[in-house]
């Protein structure tokens, strides 16, 4: 990898790392569909501009199906639910269980028959989902059940995002379809917003923290990725998914004082170790299929 990619790695590392923490703080003022308005239309004043100046909106407009459904399923669904569920959720919780997102993602392929699942990934599986386990057991009195089961629910949509790029949106510029996606998202949230918005200024923090949020990490952060993409490849940049949560946890320990409990100790290395056995290719049965680049 080079220095540039490097450089790249690290920062998105710690920029996917931070939101727990200002997502957490913003939501202590305002309310979830607030929060996920304020962002996204932030974000998307801020990237449709260079998305349409590159002509990388109007290619789109023949595959607004998929697009919706991605739009849904990535952003406009889970960050409602991630907003909400850190109501009552730690932040540090939070960005630990979304490192089971890989397991979820390895599931989903082995559920659709897109790809085999071996010895290796099975056991996986197990492991990732015994350290999940750990990490709601061992430390359920920060959480209710309602709030565990909106975090699975961004766990999913988080996985189900890529198969529909994938399979639907592939040959479509990516910044296109982000800053699409993000205005849809805005244009959604607009109404509700609208009507839960609060009647007096948030305090400094909060401003701040939907700040942060929209152009950090979310425009910049976007820009970023792609630029990682480009020069260490989509397989070693989703690397980044192991690193992030330990930022949260770093985070949410050190600025909200937030517990370092041996359910996220046990919990966090499981999951590392899970989706690490998960998320590997399976060995093809022929040594001829070996020679065979992968797309």
């Known amino acids: 990898m080079s220095r540039r990619g490097w450089m790249l790695f690290l920062a998105m590392g710690v920029i996917w790392g931070v939101p727990y923490l200002f997502i957490k703080v913003a939501v202590e003022h305002m309310t979830p569909a607030s929060l996920v308005f304020l962002r996204t239309l932030v974000a998307g004043l801020l990237l449709v501009p260079v998305a349409a100046a590159r002509g990388q909106l109007r290619p789109l407009l023949p595959h607004w199906k998929p697009l919706l459904a991605y739009t849904a399923v990535e952003l406009a669904i889970p960050w409602l639910l991630l907003a909400n569920a850190e109501r009552r959720l730690s932040s540090s919780l939070a960005g630990l269980l979304l490192a089971g997102v890989p397991l979820v993602g390895a599931l989903l392929g082995w559920i659709t028959g897109s790809d085999r699942v071996d010895w290796r990934r099975a056991l996986g599986l197990l492991i990732g989902i015994g350290g999940v386990a750990a990490l709601v057991g061992l430390d359920l009195g920060r959480g209710d059940i309602g709030a565990l089961l909106q975090m699975a629910g961004v766990a999913i949509g988080y996985a189900l995002g890529p198969f529909i790029l994938a399979r639907s949106l592939s040959d479509l510029p990516p910044l296109g379809v982000v800053a699409a996606s993000l205005a849809i998202t805005g244009v959604v949230y607009a109404v509700p917003a609208a009507v839960q918005l609060p009647r007096r200024w948030p305090p400094v923090e909060a401003v701040v923290a ?82 065979v680049p992968e797309p």
């Open 210 to 291: 939907v700040t942060v949020l929209a152009v950090v990490c979310t425009a910049v952060a976007f820009l970023l990725f792609f630029a990682l993409i480009d020069d260490v490849g989509p397989a070693r940049a989703t690397v980044i998914t192991y690193i992030n949560p330990a930022v949260a946890v770093a985070l949410g320990v050190i600025w909200l004082d937030e517990p370092f409990t041996a359910g996220i100790v046990v919990g966090f290395a499981l999951v590392l170790l899970g989706s690490a056995l998960a998320t590997q290719r399976s060995r093809p049965r022929r040594r001829v299929v070996e020679a």
